[in-house]
């Protein structure tokens, strides 16, 4: 099996509270209904991650949450590196990657647009709560697929 990767743009979060830090902001009532709606459209494709990397920001942890009921018995890792990460910073937090199965990264733009550029190539939009299959063959990543809440 190769090495497989889901990254994805935690769901859509909220601004009503100016007093929160950026860290600290919750998802708002449309990240709360995309993110279990892209949970089993993942499942239903049959992208079953074995490890979870996760960044260690509110908006990233409840999108975790709300996907529960399909990922519950994953290994998940919260990640304070993934937290507004540029592209080094998300590689360095790739070494813990599987060699043999679905690793799934749940972080922030610029940067899941950035590593799926890097990895691949190819550049695709990554609005709130979208997710990309990467698989790597011959040290080469391709992009299978990119599921977005609107398209699903």
């Known amino acids: 099996m190769p090495r497989q990767l889901i990254v994805m743009r935690h769901a859509k979060s909220s601004w009503d509270d100016p007093s929160l830090s950026d860290h600290d902001r919750p998802l708002n009532p449309r990240g709360l209904r995309d993110a ?14 074995q490890l979870i990397l996760v960044s260690s920001s509110t908006r990233t942890r409840q999108t975790l949450d709300c996907m529960s009921h399909i990922l519950s018995d994953v290994s998940t890792e919260i990640r304070e590196g993934i937290y507004h990460a540029g592209l080094t910073d998300l590689l360095h937090e790739l070494r813990d990657m599987l060699d043999d199965g679905i690793t799934m990264i749940i972080g ?7 590593l799926i550029n890097h990895l691949s190539g190819e550049w695709h939009s990554m609005p709130t709560a979208a997710a990309a299959f990467l698989s790597e063959f011959d040290g080469k990543w391709t992009v ?5 809440p609107k398209e699903i």
Request: aromatic residues 4%; hydrophobic residues 30%; proline residues 12%.
């Open 36 to 49: 279990p709606r892209m949970a089993d459209t993942i499942d239903g494709l049959g992208w079953k991650p």
């Open 144 to 148: 299978e697929n990119v599921l977005r």
């Open 108 to 114: 922030h733009n610029p940067g899941s647009e950035i």
